[in-house]
């Protein structure tokens, strides 16, 4: 699903800047439900 790939995505993120020391970009098409995934996973690994 959009969500499973979103966070993977995260995750390789996560391995590459674990300090998260310089600032995270995410780049995605007009896709809505993929928007919204990455706000939720956003969401969640800020709170």
Do not use: Y
């Not at 966070?7 to 098409?29: E, I, K």
Request: glycine share 4%.
């Amino acid at each position: 699903s959009a969500a499973e790939v979103v966070a993977a995505v995260f995750d390789r993120a996560a391995q590459r800047d674990p300090g998260r020391r310089r600032p995270w970009v995410v780049l995605a098409d007009g896709d809505r439900r993929r928007s919204d995934s990455v706000r939720a996973e956003t969401r969640h690994r800020t709170s």
